[in-house]
């Protein structure tokens, strides 16, 4: 079946897989999972910003339970996506959107994505890809666990079917 005809909750879906079979499988190289997800940016049709940032809301969460210490936003890429050249004004504000996204999302406020970043190109989910990485290596630093289990649990509360070999086929 053509990815142009695919239903949007099954590209959803499978973008979600995307990512977190790559989590799972222990890469968390931002650039190789926008490559996972790419196939799932269907243009004029779908694409993925919501999928990503609620797999992001969702490590936020692991990240910071209900009770338990908040994240400090001050420092938080240079502890978490250290290994990412966040370099330009535009790249650093347009990542800072999609982690204040995603902790919208966690909170209950769906945030105005097309109005805000309708136009962006690159779009929006790349820049989701690293509010991504960042909440999953900051659940693992925070609960003591590795950011493949990270993922698997992920998956599990999102209900998701995950590979950790890789993205599932097509």
Not at 87 to 113: K, S
Not at 133 to 150: C, F, N, Q, S
């Amino acid at each position: 079946m053509s990815k142009r005809r695919e239903d949007p909750d099954v590209l959803h879906r499978m973008a979600q897989a995307a990512i977190l079979s790559g989590l799972a499988g222990g890469n968390d190289d931002v650039f190789e999972l926008m490559v996972s997800v790419l196939p799932h940016d269907v243009r004029g049709h779908f694409t993925p910003d919501v999928a990503l940032l609620e797999v992001a809301a969702a490590a936020l969460g692991l990240a910071c339970p209900p009770g338990t210490e908040r994240l400090e936003y001050e420092g938080l890429t240079d502890r978490y996506l250290a290994d990412l050249m966040l370099d330009g004004r535009t790249v650093r504000r347009r990542t800072q959107y999609a982690i204040y996204a995603a902790a919208c999302m966690r909170g209950g406020l769906h945030p105005d994505l097309l109005g805000a970043a309708g136009g962006w190109e690159p779009r929006l989910w790349t820049y989701a890809v690293s509010a991504v990485i960042l909440y999953a290596r900051a659940a693992a630093d925070r609960v003591g666990l590795t950011v493949p289990e990270v993922a698997l649990r992920i998956a599990d509360e999102l209900g998701c079917q995950v590979s950790p070999a890789g993205p599932p086929s097509d």
